[in-house]
């Protein structure tokens, strides 16, 4: 198991404070240092289910600056996927958080503590 995380976010702090008190077993990534790579993202985002605008943090500064909102700049479609693939690569801050991959080959946004009981219950 592996969980992608921003040590300054809440979120993630409870998911990894969850997994220990459950005594998992799991590798932490701090993915904005150890950024993950295109191939990467696209291997979580099917593990997932999910395409890559469902995982993107609007709030964020970068999200603004590329105008990430403008669905004619930013198509969410087929046509537009490698692009923000791309640009979740070049800027993970903008890669929603806590990930966590579980053994089974399934992944979750571990924002919640039912999500992370959930991914737990797959190993």
């Known amino acids: 198991m592996e969980i992608w995380i921003n040590p300054a ?17 799991y590798t932490v990534r701090r993915y904005l240092e150890d950024v993950p790579s295109e191939a990467e993202i696209r291997a979580v985002l099917e593990r997932l289910g999910l395409e890559p605008w469902d ?4 709030q964020e500064d970068e999200a603004r600056q590329l105008n990430l909102k403008d669905r004619t700049a930013w198509p969410r479609d087929a046509s537009g996927r490698d692009r923000w693939i791309a640009a979740l690569a070049a800027h993970p801050r903008l890669i929603q958080r806590p990930i966590l991959t579980a053994d089974d080959g399934s992944a979750v946004v571990a924002r919640s503590p039912e999500a992370v009981r959930a991914a737990l219950g797959r190993k």
């Open 9 to 25: 976010c809440s979120k993630c702090r409870s998911a990894v404070k969850l997994l220990d008190e459950e005594g998992a077993s």
């Open 55 to 58: 995982l993107l943090r609007t």
